[in-house]
């Protein structure tokens, strides 16, 4: 649930370091009545509702009260029935923001402030938590340090299943995940825990997954988290042809190395032919980076992309869809190595990306720059800030084509400290773009 709330300047949600700024800046006071002008009627951000959960008290002033977390590994979690990504208008709070964001590595650059990114662990619910412990990375960190980086981190942080949260808007953030006729193999790339993937299969009974990622403690995590929630289990193949495992693969993978696109292909082909010695599986009909993009310098990223088309083009070269994109009528799927490609019935496939945006709350709260929009932070990880002409044109030169590419803006109230937050995220859905 994302609440509004009254009379609260944006820097009170960023510390003192912001507070000292309204000082020598001039800072708009986001009251009611600010928001209620800057966010649209509740009617039109609802583009995906489900039907609406009863009050839980005849007091209650909320109709949709607050949920259970749903933390990764659990069983029966309640599937969102909300969601609205349009709360304010992103050029207004830039206008108010970009003075703080200033302000703010301007002072770290003279070496002083702290490192919050991870200050309140409950604000992270879209990306992950536990951010900036000790000093901050003056540089770039090497793609070794890197590497170590990310493993040190799912090491310490996802020992604990209480640590990331299930993503469970992201079915209606994109419903073709949730559609059982379009979407029945999804791939995400930097799975982590699985916080992404797991809402998916919940959300679409007929759909199997594939996960990779560059810690080999997160695909770790990932196996076992779909084991525990009890969502690992068996589905049915397509018109009575036997039954398989809903994970098809998870394996650890550097998606930004020169020969990563080529590894996926040949496991994607093989896997939609089944002479691997498993089941058929579909093509691949969407590949997902979920915060992903954003934790790579520029040049990863395109590569991460390349890899990404690589998944999809994988379905095209094996058959697994009509040629121009024109889709074709399911085969049957029989297990054994002799089966005949799987066909998936979507007719357009998609790189379908979700990551941070510009003056985001995690922005604001940055440690050091390093170049542009990208930063660095403590733990030797990294953390860019998209706008959505940003993250399209990294796509073009990644080989895709934007279909769709906007900010998404968040109100929501941190439950324990009261205050109102403003979260923003770029959101991206790409196809090939082979002309």
Same mark, same amino acid.
């Given at each position: 649930?994302?609440?509004?709330?009254?009379?609260?300047?944006?820097?009170?949600?960023?510390?003192?370091?912001?507070?000292?700024?309204?000082? =020598?800046?001039?800072?708009? =006071?986001?009251?009611?009545?600010?928001?209620?002008?800057?966010?649209?009627?509740?009617?039109?951000?609802?583009?995906?509702?489900?039907?609406?959960?009863?009050?839980?008290? @005849?007091? *209650?002033?909320?109709?949709?009260?607050?949920?259970?977390?749903?933390?990764?590994?659990?069983?029966?979690?309640?599937?969102?029935?909300? %969601?609205?990504?349009?709360?304010?208008?992103?050029? /207004?709070?830039?206008?108010?923001?970009?003075?703080?964001?200033?302000?703010? #590595?301007?002072?770290?650059?003279?070496?002083?402030?702290?490192?919050?990114?991870?200050?309140?662990?409950?604000?992270?619910?879209?990306?992950?938590?536990?951010?900036?412990?000790?000093?901050?990375?003056?540089?770039?960190?090497?793609?070794?340090? %890197?590497?170590?980086?990310?493993?040190?981190?799912?090491?310490?942080?996802?020992?604990?299943?209480?640590? %990331?949260?299930?993503?469970?808007?992201?079915?209606?953030?994109?419903?073709?995940?949730?559609? /059982?006729?379009?979407?029945?193999?999804?791939?995400?790339?930097?799975?982590?825990?699985?916080?992404?993937?797991?809402?998916?299969?919940?959300?679409?009974?007929?759909? $199997?997954?594939?996960?990779?990622? $560059?810690?080999?403690?997160?695909?770790?995590?990932?196996? /076992?988290?779909?084991?525990?929630?009890?969502?690992?289990?068996?589905?049915?193949?397509?018109?009575?042809?036997?039954?398989?495992?809903?994970?098809?693969?998870?394996?650890?993978?550097?998606?930004?190395?020169?020969?990563?696109?080529?590894? $996926?292909?040949?496991?994607?082909?093989?896997?939609?032919?089944?002479?691997?010695?498993?089941?058929?599986?579909?093509?691949?009909?969407?590949? #997902?980076?979920?915060? =992903?993009?954003?934790?790579?310098?520029?040049?990863?990223?395109?590569?991460?992309?390349?890899?990404?088309?690589?998944?999809?083009?994988?379905?095209?070269?094996?058959?697994?869809?009509?040629?121009?994109?024109?889709?074709?009528?399911?085969?049957? !799927? *029989?297990?054994? @190595? *002799?089966?005949?490609? !799987?066909?998936?019935?979507?007719?357009?496939?998609?790189?379908?990306?979700?990551?941070?945006?510009?003056?985001?709350?995690?922005?604001?709260?940055? @440690?050091?720059?390093?170049?542009?929009?990208?930063?660095?932070?403590?733990?030797?990880?990294? !953390? %860019?800030?998209?706008?959505?002409?940003?993250?399209?044109?990294?796509?073009?030169?990644?080989?895709?084509?934007?279909?769709? !590419?906007?900010?998404? =803006?968040?109100?929501?109230?941190?439950?324990?400290?009261?205050?109102?937050?403003?979260?923003?995220?770029?959101?991206?859905?790409?196809?090939?773009?082979?002309?």
């Amino acid at each position: 649930m994302h609440a509004k709330g009254a009379g609260e300047p944006l820097h009170a949600a960023l510390g003192p370091t912001a507070a000292a700024v309204t000082t =020598t800046t001039t800072t708009t =006071t986001i009251t009611t009545k600010t928001a209620a002008r800057m966010a649209p009627p509740r009617q039109q951000r609802q583009r995906q509702q489900g039907p609406p959960r009863a009050s839980s008290s @005849p007091s *209650s002033p909320c109709p949709f009260p607050p949920t259970r977390t749903a933390f990764v590994g659990q069983r029966d979690v309640v599937p969102a029935s909300e %969601y609205h990504d349009a709360d304010f208008s992103w050029e /207004e709070h830039a206008s108010e923001a970009r003075p703080l964001l200033e302000a703010r #590595l301007l002072e770290a650059a003279e070496g002083g402030g702290e490192d919050e990114a991870g200050a309140e662990r409950e604000e992270e619910e879209e990306g992950r938590g536990g951010e900036g412990r000790g000093e901050e990375a003056a540089e770039a960190p090497s793609r070794a340090d %890197y590497f170590d980086a990310w493993e040190a981190f799912h090491a310490r942080d996802n020992g604990s299943s209480r640590f %990331y949260k299930e993503r469970r808007y992201l079915p209606l953030a994109f419903p073709a995940l949730a559609d /059982e006729a379009r979407t029945r193999h999804v791939f995400e790339l930097g799975c982590g825990a699985g916080s992404a993937l797991l809402p998916v299969l919940r959300a679409n009974a007929a759909a $199997v997954v594939s996960a990779s990622d $560059v810690s080999p403690r997160a695909v770790a995590a990932f196996l /076992e988290a779909a084991r525990s929630s009890g969502l690992a289990g068996r589905r049915s193949a397509p018109r009575g042809g036997g039954r398989t495992g809903r994970v098809a693969g998870a394996f650890a993978l550097d998606a930004t190395s020169a020969g990563a696109p080529v590894l $996926v292909r040949s496991h994607f082909s093989n896997l939609l032919s089944g002479s691997s010695g498993a089941a058929a599986v579909p093509a691949v009909d969407a590949v #997902l980076l979920v915060f =992903t993009l954003g934790a790579l310098d520029r040049e990863g990223q395109v590569a991460a992309l390349r890899t990404a088309a690589a998944a999809l083009r994988a379905g095209r070269e094996g058959g697994g869809r009509g040629e121009g994109g024109g889709g074709s009528e399911a085969r049957p !799927c *029989s297990p054994g @190595p *002799s089966s005949s490609p !799987c066909p998936s019935p979507s007719s357009s496939p998609r790189v379908l990306v979700r990551d941070h945006g510009l003056f985001d709350l995690t922005h604001l709260r940055a @440690p050091r720059r390093l170049e542009g929009n990208l930063h660095s932070r403590s733990d030797g990880t990294l !953390c %860019y800030f998209f706008s959505p002409g940003d993250l399209a044109e990294t796509a073009k030169r990644a080989g895709l084509r934007a279909v769709a !590419c906007r900010w998404a =803006t968040v109100e929501r109230r941190n439950r324990r400290t009261g205050q109102l937050l403003r979260r923003v995220f770029a959101h991206g859905e790409f196809e090939l773009d082979d002309e």
